[in-house]
């Protein structure tokens, strides 16, 4: 759907009145809710499977001792899991410290805690998918905008603050820095761009990874 705007939308296409509606839908699929709600579920995967593993233990002494040591690993779990989900609905560029202590302490687990290992999701990677799924909607909006501007006064608006009626009032924020996104004039349109998961400004250097978020971007192979 990115793309198929990306590369057919330039601005005069649709009324006024349709990329309002565009745009409106647009940002109804920015929803961190359900993200924190997946890792809700997750939990309850996870639980779940803690209880198979103790109906599957058989009732001897070893067992009594298995059981134990189940105990010991799933509340550590919980523990992991509660915060990561507590964190879920946070933007991602204030989640970032608590993510790195849990995928630290997640790293760090003891043999003990050998479900858990396997059982706790990589929640940084996660995280920053989420993001990258923010910003790309982000992106779409203030784009069309942008866009939309040129169509209509027959110049790209010199700054962000001239499509901030069109959105609502308020400009979005890089999911990643909790600042502003990167927008410059080109001689052949514009640049913009969030700075994407290595928090480095590469210029509009457009890579999932080790550059840029970019409207119109391409991958850098």
Same mark, same amino acid.
């Given at each position: 759907?990115?793309?198929?705007?990306?590369?057919?939308?330039?601005?005069?296409?649709?009324?006024?009145?349709?990329?309002?509606?565009? *745009?409106?839908?647009?940002?109804?699929?920015?929803?961190?809710?359900?993200?924190?709600?997946?890792?809700?579920?997750?939990?309850?995967?996870?639980?779940?499977?803690?209880?198979?593993?103790?109906?599957?233990?058989?009732?001897?002494?070893?067992?009594?001792?298995?059981?134990?040591?189940? +105990?010991?690993?799933?509340?550590?779990?919980?523990?992991?899991?509660?915060?990561?989900?507590?964190?879920?609905?946070?933007?991602?560029?204030?989640?970032?410290?608590?993510?790195?202590?849990?995928?630290?302490?997640?790293?760090?687990?003891?043999?003990?805690?050998?479900?858990?290992?396997?059982?706790?999701?990589?929640?940084?990677?996660?995280?920053?998918?989420?993001?990258?799924?923010?910003?790309?909607?982000?992106?779409?909006?203030?784009?069309?905008?942008?866009?939309?501007?040129?169509?209509?006064?027959?110049?790209?608006?010199?700054?962000?603050?001239?499509?901030?009626?069109?959105?609502?009032?308020?400009?979005?924020?890089?999911?990643?820095?909790?600042?502003?996104?990167?927008?410059?004039?080109?001689?052949?349109?514009?640049?913009?761009?969030? *700075?994407?998961?290595?928090?480095?400004? +590469?210029?509009?250097?457009?890579?999932?990874?080790?550059?840029?978020?970019?409207?119109?971007?391409?991958?850098?192979?």
């Amino acid at each position: 759907m990115t793309d198929a705007v990306q590369d057919c939308f330039d601005g005069s296409d649709f009324s006024q009145e349709l990329v309002r509606r565009l *745009v409106t839908h647009i940002a109804q699929g920015d929803n961190r809710h359900a993200f924190a709600e997946s890792m809700a579920g997750e939990r309850y995967t996870g639980i779940e499977a803690f209880s198979m593993f103790r109906s599957n233990t058989p009732e001897t002494f070893n067992g009594g001792v298995i059981r134990l040591w189940l +105990d010991m690993d799933e509340s550590r779990y919980l523990e992991l899991m509660n915060r990561t989900v507590s964190v879920a609905e946070l933007p991602y560029y204030e989640a970032a410290p608590e993510l790195e202590h849990i995928e630290k302490e997640i790293d760090n687990l003891s043999f003990f805690h050998f479900n858990s290992t396997i059982l706790l999701p990589s929640v940084p990677r996660l995280s920053r998918v989420q993001a990258r799924h923010e910003a790309t909607l982000d992106l779409m909006q203030m784009g069309i905008m942008i866009e939309q501007h040129h169509a209509r006064e027959g110049s790209y608006p010199e700054n962000l603050d001239a499509i901030a009626p069109d959105l609502g009032g308020d400009l979005p924020v890089d999911p990643f820095t909790g600042e502003a996104y990167q927008y410059c004039l080109s001689e052949d349109g514009f640049l913009l761009y969030s *700075v994407g998961q290595n928090l480095s400004d +590469d210029g509009g250097r457009h890579h999932w990874r080790d550059g840029d978020w970019v409207w119109r971007g391409r991958e850098e192979q």
